[in-house]
Each structure stands twice: as structure tokens, then as C-alpha cells.
């Protein structure tokens, strides 16, 4: 995993804004499979693939061009980032009601405003309903051809690929069939280690999406008390570090985040409380919020913390739920919070979450969201010059 050796390097979540082209392709994939029998499998090969290879090539020229140094192929294949799991592992079928968080359920008349509005994103969320395990590896590796193709023509200085945790598959994805849910997230390390080991034999920075670890506090483990969600977190990033057991943690960056949303977030687990369990985890580079009004105050709390030597802070700088583009002397002195805190070498910037975090979907227009990647960039350079100045 590249550092900041020389100048402050930038990434971004992963997510990007798809095409209605490619809207139409996932979701006309959605549909098959919600049509199939338990026992198909549904990945076609061919059927609209192109229009995804495309996309993915796109939409990595486009990063690089912008300046974007740590590049994703923006999960042009993916619906959303949890649910994906169902087209690879076998368990998962039928559909689930999805419950907001509990900021969004004591607000109900801002609940119906974003409904009405089509700020609520419109997805299948299948449940589990018998033993998971590896059923299709072929939209894995459509996924990694893609992007190295993309890379090989657009030479980014790294590139990353998403996949979920195990504990936000469960927490998208409902158990009724393990008879506890911590047997649920055995099951689901267990068939996601194979995705995590391929991602990095393919020479492919791997990126968890763990929102999981702080999301959940508000939704899945919402009638807990605190000091219970904090063990449960605590055993999400145990049975995470197990999956990611024969991989090399340099090669593995986590997100962690309270959920991609305009709401009031009240109910957020602080940083504070937080960060001493995620900074377990093996992930060598740590994705988080830190753009937003809910949590941009958080900078403090690293300052205090004791961060391990070897991690590698990459704090959102953009806030990836509003369309005001960040001016770039801002986008600065967020950088520069950081680094004075651990060393700009283990600074990278980033967004609080992604762009596209549901395909079809998503609260920043397109074109600003590429405006504000470019003004992270410009960011950097300024944070760059300061601190190698």
C-alpha cells in the first residue's frame, strides 16, 4: 500500500455514480434473479457485460484524470455494496423490508420527505434462509478483469476493490437459518475469505465495508445498550480479522462509517468510543467520516488516541451527502489535522463514504461529485506544499 512518501496522496470510498445505462443492467440482473430457483445459478455470461467493462474503464480514465491517485472501478457491478453477496453465495433469497435508522425513525415527517422525494434508495434485500457458501465466482472475476484491464490502460499509481464485511452482510441481509448470529457471521467470513484472498492475488488493494461497526449501533443493534454494541462490534472485527487471516494487513484498507444519509444522526455512536475497537482490526489503512456536521469535530479524538505506527489514517475531507463543493483551502486544513497528528507519510485523502453507494441512487448530482473529487485533489496539492514546504 503506497504512503504519502512525498506528497499527500488521494482516494475516495469506492462508489461512483453509474450510468442509467448500467442502472439498467443491474437491475435488469436483479430481476432474473429474483426469478430463478434457489438452485441456478443466474450469472450469464456476456449479458450486459460489455456495457459494465465500459463503465468500469470510464470510469477509471476519469479518476486519473482528475488526479485521483488510490482508484476503484466505482462498483459499476454492484446494486449496492452488501446485497452484491447474494449473486455469489448461495443462502440468500426472497426480500426484506428496510428498517431506517433510529435518527430517521423519530423524525418520520423527514422520513416521508426523503421517501417522496427518491432519496430512499430501492434495492432487494435478500434474507438468509439456508447454510451460505461459495456458489458463483464468475461476477468476481468479471470484476477483477475489468479493473486491471482499466488500470493497465489508465496507470493509476494503486488501485482498490470493495467487498463487504461479514457484519454488513448480516446487517443488510437478516438471518433465518443459523441458529445464533454469531454461527450467521462464521458462516458468512468463512465464504467471504475466498473473495478477500482473490481480490489481493490479483495484485488489488482490498477494501472492507465495515459501516457495520458504527451504523449498526443505530439500526441493527439499536435496542442494545451501548456497552453490549460494543462487544458485538468487538466479535464483528474478530471474525473480520479471522476471514483475513493468510492476508498481509499492508495490502487491506477498512471503511467504517454511520450510514451514507442525510438525516440527523443524533443517535451516532462518537468516535470516542469507537475507535479503540476498530484499531484492531488488521486492515492497515482506516476509511472514515470526518467531513461532516455529525463528525468533522472528531479529528480531536486521534489526537488523544494512541494510533498504531504501521496504520494509515485516510479521513473523509469531502462530505458525500450534500452538493456544496468543498474549497480546496478547506479540503487542506482537514489534511493537515491529520497529519500533524500521525505524520503526513500516513495521510491519504479520502470521502466520508461513497458517491454511488446505491446504483440509481444517490443525494450528490453526478457532475458535482466529480467537481468535488477535483477539489480534494487541489486540496492536496495545497496540503502538500505546506507540508513539505
Not at 36 to 63: F, K, L, T, Y
Not at 102 to 118: H, I, N, S, Y
Not at 317 to 333: G, K, S
Request: aromatic fraction near 6%; charged fraction near 25%.
Amino acid at each position: 500500500m503506497h504512503r504519502s512518501t512525498d506528497r499527500i496522496l488521494t482516494t475516495h470510498v469506492g462508489s461512483l455514480p453509474r450510468s442509467q445505462a448500467v442502472v439498467d443492467v443491474l437491475f435488469a440482473r436483479e430481476r432474473a434473479e429474483a426469478n430463478a430457483s434457489a438452485n441456478a445459478s443466474v450469472h450469464a455470461p456476456g449479458e450486459g457485460e460489455a456495457v459494465i467493462a465500459a463503465a468500469v474503464a470510464e470510469v477509471v480514465r476519469r479518476q486519473v484524470t482528475l488526479g485521483i491517485d488510490v482508484v476503484s472501478d466505482g462498483e459499476m457491478s454492484k446494486i449496492s455494496y452488501a446485497t452484491y453477496v447474494a449473486r455469489r453465495l448461495t443462502g440468500f433469497a426472497g426480500d426484506t423490508p428496510r428498517e431506517p435508522g433510529q435518527d430517521l425513525v423519530e423524525f418520520p415527517g423527514l422520513l416521508r420527505k426523503l421517501a417522496e422525494r427518491g432519496s430512499t434508495a430501492k434495492y432487494r434485500r435478500p434474507r438468509c434462509v439456508g447454510p451460505i457458501a461459495v456458489k458463483d465466482t464468475g461476477p468476481l472475476e468479471a470484476d477483477l478483469h475489468n479493473l486491471r484491464a482499466a488500470v493497465r490502460e489508465a496507470a493509476p499509481a494503486e488501485a482498490f476493490m470493495n467487498a463487504a464485511s461479514p457484519g454488513v452482510v448480516a446487517l443488510f441481509q437478516p438471518n433465518d437459518f443459523y441458529r445464533t448470529q454469531d454461527d450467521y457471521l462464521t458462516a458468512l467470513a468463512g465464504a467471504l475469505q475466498s473473495e478477500y484472498e482473490a481480490i489481493v492475488a490479483a495484485g488489488i488493494l482490498l477494501q472492507i465495508d465495515a459501516p457495520d461497526l458504527a451504523m449498526g449501533r443505530h439500526t441493527m443493534y439499536r435496542n442494545q445498550p451501548l456497552e453490549e454494541f460494543e462487544r458485538l462490534a468487538a466479535r464483528h472485527i474478530e471474525v473480520l480479522n479471522h476471514a483475513l487471516r493468510n492476508v498481509p494487513g499492508e495490502r487491506v484498507r477498512m471503511h467504517v462509517c454511520w450510514g451514507n444519509y442525510e438525516g440527523p444522526h443524533h443517535h451516532d455512536v462518537p468516535m470516542e468510543r469507537l475507535l479503540p475497537i476498530v484499531l484492531r482490526a488488521k486492515p492497515q489503512a482506516l476509511l472514515f467520516e470526518a467531513a461532516n456536521p455529525r463528525h468533522a469535530h472528531e479529528w480531536t479524538v486521534f489526537k488523544r488516541a494512541q494510533i498504531p505506527e504501521d496504520k494509515i489514517l485516510i479521513p473523509g475531507v469531502l462530505a458525500t451527502t450534500t452538493n456544496y463543493i468543498e474549497h480546496p483551502q478547506l479540503v487542506a486544513e482537514r489534511i493537515e489535522r491529520f497529519a500533524h497528528i500521525v505524520g503526513r507519510e500516513r495521510v491519504i485523502a479520502g470521502t466520508d463514504c461513497g458517491f454511488g453507494t446505491f446504483a440509481g441512487f444517490g443525494p450528490v448530482e453526478p457532475e458535482i461529485a466529480y467537481l468535488k473529487l477535483a477539489s480534494m485533489v487541489e486540496g492536496a496539492r495545497i496540503a502538500s506544499a505546506r507540508l513539505w514546504g
